[in-house]
């Protein structure tokens, strides 16, 4: 079966740097959850989007943002990148907000 | 407030022992309850959902949890483990309304020979 696509897998920036992370949702769900993990830490949620609509906020830094786009996948932008950003970034998906599946997430390390 | 109490940080057991993790969970309406399990560096797995109806939910790779409203548990466990089910395990509750996920602080299985 399909599964929730995460690009890139891994992705090094430097301090100050932007970084883009893109996921596919699993096809026919139509709502995208992003979540942060740390290191040793449990995944905190940022934010959704259902039907291309912002559906909830979490702690999500005025640094970032994030979009669906009309074929429902997601991309979180990040800026002015600073170290503490540095974890593993999911995303899951769900059809209409039921049960959420998880990509395998972008590892994210900040220089 | 909304939260998910995990409190074992690290479980070691026997292979073919029997596992319990404990999950205790704080929620205003009637929560939907979750086990993913994460191996390291990867994703999460879902394991098994309780949504209503029966009690016991039935998971893949033989786990099983028990959602008890009276004392806000929702327990996993299995009755034989394996070696390959070392990983962190980590208890969710959700809305019906179908929003984010709060997740427990984790629980680290090692399995011993």
């Known amino acids: 079966a399909a599964g929730v696509i995460q690009s890139p897998r891994h992705l090094i920036k430097e301090k100050r740097e932007t ?3 893109k996921c596919y949702p699993i096809p026919r769900h139509d709502t ?5 993990q740390g290191p040793g830490q449990d995944p905190q ?3 959704s989007f259902y039907e291309k609509m912002q559906s909830d906020k979490g702690s999500i830094p005025d640094r970032f943002s994030a979009q669906q786009f009309s074929d429902y996948h997601s991309e979180l932008n990040m800026s002015s990148l600073e170290l503490g950003d540095s974890a593993l970034y999911f995303c899951a998906s769900s059809k ?3 049960t959420q599946y998880f990509g395998p997430g972008t590892r994210l390390t900040v220089l | 407030a909304q939260s998910v109490t995990q409190p074992d940080i690290h479980i070691t057991v026997s292979e073919g022992a029997s596992l319990e993790l404990r999950c205790n969970y704080s929620y205003g309406a009637t929560p939907y309850l979750f086990w993913y399990v994460q191996s390291p560096g990867q994703g999460l797995q879902l394991l098994l959902k309780y949504f209503s109806g029966d009690t016991l939910v039935q998971g893949i790779k033989g786990f099983e949890a028990e959602f008890k409203r009276s004392q806000s548990s929702f327990n996993l466990r ?10 962190e395990y980590f208890c969710a509750v959700g809305s019906f309304e179908g929003g ?3 997740f427990g602080q ?3 299985l090692s399995v011993k020979p």
């Open chain 2, 78 to 87: 299995k009755p034989s483990v394996h070696w390959s089910d070392a990983a």
């Open chain 1, 45 to 47: 949620f940022l934010i």
């Open chain 1, 19 to 21: 970084a883009t992370l």
């Open chain 2, 100 to 102: 984010k996920l709060i």
């Open chain 1, 32 to 36: 995208v959850y992003w979540y942060q």
């Open chain 1, 96 to 98: 209409q907000k039921d």
């Open chain 2, 106 to 108: 984790g629980t680290e």
